[in-house]
């Protein structure tokens, strides 16, 4: 039960190129904002400050945790396309929902800066060629070379994973 409360969704499993799987992750992408926006709507401050599952984040930490993931997807993407195989910078995602940004400022905030970000992501997204989703990134908390179409669905499934997290948890309180 925990591993469906953690995946709502599943795993991220790698998917090979296609063009039709290539409009579905742009789409999904595209629509996020939209689909977090959603599942916050007409919840209060109790709910926000619920969280997913047991010793899991708040829906508060969770928008937020997008907005900076995603902040940190777009620079990834441009380093892939702008540098030779860059190491990118991980980042302490459990350190960083429990800084003073998450506990003070509003969660419209991050669903404003979810809707910026994602624009100018969807239009770096959708000038990539099919040779340039071969090119690589080095993740070095994994130690693993990435290409940029491994991020790409990877950083879809986070939006629909975690957007499933508010959603799951709305359908068992009955909000």
Known sequence: MDNDLSFPIGKYIEQPFSQQQLEEWLI???????????????????????????NGWTIIQVVHHVADSHMNAFIRFKLGLTEDNPTIKPYDQNAW??????????????????????????????????????????????NKQMTLWYLLGNYAWHGKHHTAHINKLRDRMGW
């Open 97 to 142: 929902a429990l800084l003073n940004d998450v506990q003070t400022i509003p969660i419209n905030v991050s669903i404003t800066m979810l809707y910026a970000i994602h624009v100018r992501m969807v239009a770096v997204l959708k000038s990539i060629t099919t040779e340039q989703w071969q090119r690589t990134v080095v993740h070095p908390e994994y």
């Open 28 to 54: 999904d992408i595209e629509v996020l904002p939209k689909a977090i926006e959603y599942a916050i709507t007409n919840l209060d401050e109790a709910q926000l400050n619920t969280a997913y599952r047991p």
